[in-house]
C-alpha cells in the first residue's frame, strides 16, 4: 500500500511540475504577445530626402492624407478605399515627438473605424510594398504624406 501512495505522489508532484511550467510559459506568451500589439500600434516620423518628415505605423509603412476630407469626415469610399487602404487602431502609440492626444478614431458612413491625426483620417496606399515606400506621395495633387 506504501508504495502506491509514493507512486502518487510522485505522479502529482510531476504533473503540478509541468501545470506551472504551463502556467509561467502561458504568462510569458501573454506578456509577448501584449507587447507585440503595444508595438503595432505604434506611429513613428521618417524622414527622407526631398520629402522630409512623414507619419508610417510600426512597420515603416507610409501613412497618407487625403485632400478632400474634412476634420472628422472621410470623402474616400468604394474603389478609393481599395487603393487607399485605411489606417485603423484602437489606440495609438505615439512615439518620439508625436502626441497620443494628436490621434482618434472616427466611424466612417460605411461603419468602419478610422484613426485620425490631428483630425484627418488617415490611409495607407496600395502601391507602397515596402517600409520606406512613398509613391502615394502627391497623387492626382489630392494625396500626400502624413506630417507630423
Not at 470623402?75 to 508625436?98: F, M
Request: charged share 25%.
Amino acid at each position: 500500500m506504501a508504495l502506491g501512495i509514493e507512486h502518487r505522489k510522485e505522479g502529482t508532484m510531476h504533473a503540478l511540475k509541468l501545470t506551472g511550467r504551463i502556467a509561467t510559459a502561458l504568462v510569458v506568451a501573454a506578456a509577448l504577445a501584449g507587447a507585440a500589439r503595444a508595438d503595432d500600434r505604434a506611429v513613428k516620423v521618417a524622414s527622407k530626402e526631398k520629402i522630409g518628415s512623414y507619419l508610417t505605423d510600426a512597420s515603416g509603412m507610409a501613412l497618407y492624407v487625403f485632400k478632400k476630407d474634412s476634420p472628422g469626415k472621410s470623402a474616400c469610399a468604394g474603389d478609393c478605399v481599395a487603393r487607399w487602404p485605411l489606417y485603423a487602431r484602437e489606440k495609438v502609440a505615439a512615439t518620439g515627438s508625436l502626441r497620443a492626444e494628436d490621434f482618434g478614431t472616427i466611424t466612417r458612413d460605411d461603419g468602419k473605424p478610422q484613426t485620425t491625426y490631428k483630425g484627418m483620417p488617415l490611409y495607407y496606399f496600395a502601391g507602397d510594398k515596402a517600409a520606406s515606400d512613398t509613391n502615394g506621395q502627391g497623387v492626382k495633387d489630392v494625396w500626400f504624406l502624413a506630417t507630423p
